[in-house]
């Protein structure tokens, strides 16, 4: 069972920065793909950002590319979104997910193909 633990959410004004990590406890990461989701109040759950297994593949939102940037460590067991430019819009509760997936397949943007999730985080991005 994978377990998933987000830190590094928090409150930041307009066009500031956060670094968001998804620490995982398992004996290996090598097989698990993940993503970054966000859910909004009113709003249903959407996938921002995916990287697949090996880490040479990516998927960003349209309204977060060139923004913010997934990245893994798979030493460190710990995946980690680095957002820039935040906007008022980017406000929302953010969550890490996995799935075992064999290394270099494309990573999925679908919730319902993630079996593991973290509790959330929240961003809120205001003046």
């Known amino acids: 069972q994978l377990q998933l633990v987000e830190s590094g959410g928090g409150l930041v004004q307009p066009g500031g920065s956060l670094r968001l990590s998804c620490a995982a406890s398992?004996?290996?990461?090598?097989?698990?793909?993940f993503g970054w989701f966000r859910q909004a109040p009113g709003k249903e759950r959407e996938v921002i950002s995916c990287?697949?297994?090996?880490?040479?593949?990516?998927y960003y939102l349209d309204s977060v590319k060139g923004r913010f940037t997934i990245s893994r460590d798979n030493a460190k067991k710990t995946v980690y979104l680095e957002m820039n430019g935040l906007k008022p819009e980017d406000t929302a509760v953010y969550y890490c997910?996995?799935?075992?997936?064999?290394?270099?397949?494309?990573?999925?943007?679908?919730?319902?193909?993630?079996?593991?999730w973290g509790q959330g985080t929240q961003v809120t991005v205001s003046s």
């Open positions: 997910a996995a799935h075992a997936s064999p290394m270099f397949r494309i990573c999925v943007r679908a919730p319902d193909d993630y079996d593991y």
């Open positions: 398992a004996t290996t990461l090598d097989y698990y793909a």
């Open positions: 990287i697949n297994s090996a880490g040479e593949s990516t």
